[in-house]
T-cell receptor, first 114, second 113 residues
Framework: AQSVTQLDSHVSVSEGTPVLLRCNYS??????LFWYVQHPNKGLQLLLK??????LVKGINGFEAEFKKSETSFHLTKPSAHMSDAAEYFC????????????FGAGTTVTVRA | AAGVIQSPRHLIKEKRETATLKCYPI?????VYWYQQGPGQDPQFLIS???????DKGSIPDRFSAQQFSDYHSELNMSSLELGDSALYFC????????????FGPGTRLTVL
């Protein structure tokens, strides 16, 4: 069965410093992996996705993630945090064993300090 | 670019009442998904439709039903509402079934008093 573990429930960074959100996944098949962001009282916005092409995936707003099969990880990074990055981030996995249903991680809350 | 539209955005109901949530997918998307997100929780899959047929079912209560219409919009009907049904309900859409990326709507916040 597929599953996702987000290793940090809360991350606090200073504006202008790097952001790292850690995600490990479990999947029996070649997974598709996604990062979604949810701002307060807003819907889920797709940041980026990995679907077996390049292992380094670039997304919107300066975010990128690297798929590492040997480590079963899909960590999200951004070189310089902005105040507008304060939000909840979800790592999501899907694979054909689960009929491509999305499995969400528990989420990581990002706080950005001025 | 056009996004998923959900209505209403906010809904307040009393216990035991009924509610209907609507979802309009991105144009040319034929697959619709419904999720429920409780306070401080990750979204939980409820049900999905592909080409107007139910394609998958998750943890949807028997009190809830849904369908997808000929224009591909979908409605989630919720009856005998309970306090625990208070949540954010998301609709997502994709093209060509579950293998395609799901794009989420802004959600409907349901409050049951």
């Amino acid at each position: 069965a597929q599953s996702v573990t987000q290793l940090d429930s809360h991350v606090s960074v200073s504006e202008g410093t790097p952001v790292l959100l850690r995600c490990n996944y479990s999947s029996s098949y070649s997974p598709s992996l996604f990062w979604y962001v949810q701002h307060p009282n807003k819907g889920l916005q797709l940041l980026l996705k990995y679907t077996s092409a390049a292992t380094l995936v670039k997304g919107i707003n300066g975010f990128e993630a690297e798929f590492k099969k040997s480590e079963t990880s899909f960590h999200l990074t951004k070189p310089s945090a902005h105040m507008s990055d304060a939000a909840e981030y979800f790592c999501v996995v899907s694979d054909r064993a689960n009929d491509y249903k999305l499995s969400f991680g528990a989420g990581t809350t990002v706080t950005v300090r001025a | 670019a056009a996004g998923v539209i959900q209505s209403p955005r906010h809904l307040i109901k009393e216990k035991r009442e009924t509610a209907t949530l609507k979802c309009y997918p991105i144009p040319r998307h034929d697959t619709v998904y419904w999720y429920q997100q409780g306070p401080g929780q990750d979204p939980q899959f409820l049900i999905s439709f592909y080409e107007k047929m139910q394609s998958d079912k998750g943890s949807i209560p028997d009190r809830f039903s849904a369908q997808q219409f000929s224009d591909y919009h979908s409605e989630l009907n919720m009856s005998s509402l309970e306090l625990g049904d208070s949540a954010l309900y998301f609709c997502a859409s994709s093209r060509g079934g579950a293998r395609d990326t799901q794009y989420f709507g802004p959600g409907t916040r349901l409050t049951v008093l």
